[in-house]
Each structure stands twice: as C-alpha cells, then as structure tokens.
C-alpha cells in the first residue's frame, strides 16, 4: 500500500491571491488595471498598471506649436477640457507678457465653472452607478445636457471645444449666451437638490462610504493629492485661492474643507463644489464687459527662451503645465503635472484592509480620468 | 467591381431583392428582425468618446429606442462592441482577447477619429494604432471627434441595416452573394 504523505497545506483563509481588476472593467472607468492583491474578501494591497491609453501627448507637444497644443490638452482630462485650456492659455500669455482683454477674462471664468459643474454632475452619475444606483445616471446625464447645450450654442461642440486660444478665444459668445447659463443656474439649483434626495440622504449608500478609504491630511499633502480629494481631508489646496488667476481673487465663494477624508467626505466636497461654481457664475455673468474677445496675437507665437509654469485648478485638481522653451515655435519639452495621477497614487494607501466591494466605492470618489493619468 | 467588393448598405439591399428559396428567406427575416432589434453593446471605452456614448445611453439620446437595451460588462454577454476612444499598443491584445471572448454573431462599430483611423494621434506617435481595423474587423465606422450622440444613433442604425442583409446559412455575409 502506498503511504500517504502529509504535505503541508496552507489553509485558503491565509492564502493571498491576485486578481486583475481592468483593464476592461466599468468601474475603474475606462482602462486602468488593477493588480489586487487579496486575502478573501480584504484587499491586502494594490498595484496600478498605467499606459492602456498612453497616447504620448506630451512627446507630440514637442512637436507642436502653441496653438495647436490647445487641441491635445483638450483630451487629456476631457471632462474639464476648458480648464486644460486655460493652463496653456495662461501659460503663453505669462510668457510673451499679453494683456487679454476683460471680457475673454470674465468668459473664460464662467466658462471653467460651468465646465467644473459639468464634470462633477458626470462624476455624480458614474459614483451613482458604482454604488449600484443607474437613477444617478439618468439623473445626471440629462441636467449635464442643459450644459452641453450651452456650450454647443457658443462654442459649436460638445465635448472637446478648444475654444480659448493664446490671447483670448476662438470666437465671441452667442448672444443667448447669459440668458441661457442664468436659466440653467435657476434650473439646477432646483435639481440638484433631487441629487441630494437619491444618493447623498440613501442609507446604503452612507453605509457604504463613511469611514471608509480614509485619508489623512498628512498623507494627503505628502501623496500630493489635490482638488475635491485632497481638499476632503484637510487639505487646502485650492489653486484658485493660493494661487488666484482669471478672476478668482475678485468673486467671493468658500474654499470648502473636510475633516474626515473618508470616501463620503469627499462625495459632498464635490455636492458643494457644484454649488459654489454656481455662486461664481452667478455673480459674473451679469457682468460681462463689452469689448474684444481676442488680444492681438502675432501668427507665429514664439515663447522667448526659459522655462514656465502655470497651474489652475482642474476639476479634480491641480494641473500644472511646465514648459522647457529654446525660443522657437515650438517647445523644448512639455510636462504636464495631472492631478488624476497623484490622486491615483493613493489609492494603494487608502483601500489597505477595505472589501473589495469598497474598492469600486473608493475609487469612484477620487474620480480619475484614466487619459489624464496615462496622456 | 466584383460583386463581393460592394459593401454600401444600399447595394446589398439591392441584391437581396433579387429573392431566394422562400423557406430560408422567411426565417431569415425572423431571425435578423430579433437580432437587429436586441444589440447589446458591451461597456467598453478607452476616451473621451466614451463620455459620448454615454450620452447616447442616457436621457435625452436614449439609445434602448433602437434595441441596444443594455450595456454589459462581460464580453461573454455582448453582441456589439463599441469601440470608443484611442487604442494604443499595450490596449489592442487586450480589445482583440474581448473580441475573441465574445459569442457570435458580433458587431464592431468604431466610434471617433482614433478608432477609425488613429486620428489626431496619427502623426508623430509611437504608440497608436492608426485605426482599429488593424486589429478587429470593423463593421461601421462612425468618423468624428468625438461624434455626436446623434452619429453614433446613425452608425447603429446603419449596422441593423446590415444585421437584416444577414442570412442563416451564411452569416456575416449577404444573400445571392454566393
């Protein structure tokens, strides 16, 4: 008879497992993949696998003249593609020291807040989803409309724009322009109170997010994570106060904090976010100064010689542009400091013992755009 | 041209007026009627044109007016695949597994400039596949950046078109094309 050898055997509780989450899965948003580590149900630990939609947009900037990088900032982070705009915008006109006139200021102020509700009112729909809620969806979409709408009467698309150019914009607003925001304000005032009632007072979805994925200030400022995320934990990092440009020094509205930095933190930093950005359209949109809607621009634009920076603050944080010139019309090279990068890196730290159902939860309330990180 | 070189919707429906054995074509009709008519396209979207598809699912565009009921998360339980955005290097063994993972009959529709033809990514990069017919057959290809919900509603509709032209002993190819 054959004698039965004892291995030993490592019981299926204490074995660590792996699993891919991505890179076609619907809740991480698009192609990021996940390398989860798991010991049952608890995630042990995370491993982000970047590059499924690498597209070399800072390579192809080289390559590039100014105005033609407008077009590919646009489609990194595309859900705030006015504000990607802004910061090349911003950038050239630091650079070459133009003055832009008032009223592509008062414009393009209006233009990134309504462009920041647009972005939290999808992420609103895509965190609604991740919880298991497809109401948000509908919900969402269809007041997300009433923006595009708007920005297809002024600015001819929906989605990718590029409508600011260096020295002002592509083209004067519609004149239904202020009629229409100011009708859209009323409206959403209203809704996004039903935005309230479906997910922010649910009890499963509290359940679901307090005190979960919990970031401290401290890591928080060490990661480097920016925007409604950062500002969740404590963190005060909004670039239009610390680092005012457009016309965010002269509107008044809250740089609203957090204290928890749990995943329910951040979820109503974004709920009040929407309803600041609305306080600053409304108080400029009656406001808006006759006048060009371009500065006088040389053809060709050549940056002199050296280097610059420029930061705003994207819907999801801080984005930062860093050009490297030689003094020819296009630049020596180009960074891009996304905010959803950073925002990514954390996500390791903070979902460490959660469920793995948390996970999805907590990866949909840093809200990343999978281009933005990958460019 | 050689009969099997005309592709356009227009023409097909042409030569399949030309008729067929009368028990074939009446099933035939059945079936494309039920499959046109219930396209599930799987959740997949790489970019920006994702965002659109979206739109095309939700409220206003409302995309299960045509049949494309449901978004599904498993290719196993998908009809169509949309591919929305750029597909780099490190992203096409990763679309062509799904598309392999996906049960017959299946649709692709390549939806925005960088799936039809690497589009604004075309130049200057090392990394993108300059139309995503290189690596899966497409059926209809919806050009834009990104297209409108509108043009994507059109592109699904040419493809039920294309759907109906199907025969059941010869699918994925048109009648009288023997």
């Known amino acids: ?11 299926i509780e204490e074995e660590e497992y792996h699993i891919n989450m991505g890179p076609q899965h619907p809740s991480t948003h698009g192609v990021l993949r996940l390398v989860v580590s798991l010991q049952g149900e608890i995630v042990k630990s995370l491993k982000p696998h970047c590059g499924y939609i690498h597209r070399g947009i800072e390579k192809m900037c080289e390559k590039d003249t100014y105005p033609q990088i407008i077009h590919l900032t646009d489609r990194m982070d595309y859900l705030s593609a006015h504000i990607n705009n802004h910061a090349v915008c911003l950038l050239v006109e630091k650079a070459l020291e133009v003055d832009v006139p008032e009223r592509v200021i008062y414009i393009r102020t209006i233009v990134d807040e309504l462009n ?3 972005s939290h009112q999808l992420w609103w729909c895509s965190f609604g989803m991740d919880m298991g809620g497809l109401t948000c969806f509908f919900y969402g979409l269809r007041d997300r409309e009433k923006i595009l709408d708007i920005f297809e009467e002024s600015f001819g698309s929906r989605l990718l724009h590029s409508y600011y150019t260096p020295g002002g914009l592509m ?15 009323q409206y959403f005032r209203k809704k996004i109170k039903d935005y309230d009632d479906i997910l922010t007072g649910n009890i499963i979805m509290q359940e679901r997010t307090k005190g979960i994925g919990v970031l401290s200030r401290e890591d928080a400022i060490s990661y480097g994570v920016t925007g409604p995320s950062g500002r969740a934990s404590g963190f005060s990092c909004d670039v239009r106060k610390r680092h005012p440009y457009a016309l965010y020094d002269k509107v008044d509205f809250r740089e609203i904090l957090g204290t928890e930095g749990d995943t329910f933190t951040r979820y109503m930093m974004r709920m009040h976010e929407m309803r600041e950005s609305m306080k600053i359209i409304e108080q400029l949109i009656d406001n808006i100064p006759a006048g060009d809607y371009s500065a006088k621009m040389k053809a060709v634009i050549k940056l002199p010689a050296g280097e610059y920076y420029q930061r705003v603050e994207a819907a999801r944080g801080e984005l930062g542009v860093y050009v490297v010139s030689d003094g020819s019309k296009t630049p020596y090279r180009m960074k891009f400091r996304s905010p959803n990068f950073s925002n990514l890196s954390v996500l390791d730290h903070i979902s460490r013992g959660v469920k793995i159902a948390d996970l999805v939860a907590i990866g949909g309330s840093l809200d990343y755009v999978i281009p933005d990180i990958d460019r | ?5 005309f592709r356009d919707n227009e023409t097909l429906e042409l030569f399949r007026k030309q008729g067929g054995n009368i028990l074939v074509t009446t099933l035939d009709a059945v079936m494309d009627w039920g499959r046109s008519n219930s396209i599930w396209p799987l959740t997949f979207a790489t970019s920006c044109c994702g965002i659109e598809m979206m739109a095309t699912g939700a409220a206003r565009h409302d995309f299960s007016r045509f049949g494309i009921e449901v978004y599904r998360a498993s290719p196993r339980q998908a009809d169509m695949i949309v591919v929305a955005g750029t597909i780099v290097n490190k992203m096409a063994p990763v679309l062509k597994r799904l598309y392999d993972q996906m049960s017959d009959p299946k649709y692709v529709i390549a939806m925005g400039a960088c799936a039809v033809s690497g589009g604004p990514f075309f130049y200057n990069t090392y990394h993108v596949i300059r139309g995503v017919d290189h690596v899966i057959p497409v059926d209809v290809y919806v050009p834009g950046c990104p297209p409108r919900p509108e043009a994507l ?26």
Request: no cysteine.
């Open chain 1, 116 to 118: 920041r509700i647009a």
């Open chain 1, 171 to 185: 083209m004067d607003i519609h004149p239904n322009f202020q009629k229409e925001v100011k009708n859209f304000i």
């Open chain 2, 153 to 178: 509603l059109y592109g699904v509709m040419q493809l039920q078109r294309k759907i109906k032209l199907e025969s059941l002993t010869d699918p994925r190819k048109t009648q009288n094309l023997k």
């Open chain 1, 1 to 11: 008879m054959k004698e039965v050898v004892n291995l030993p055997v490592k019981k």
């Open chain 2, 1 to 5: 041209m050689k009969e099997a070189d």
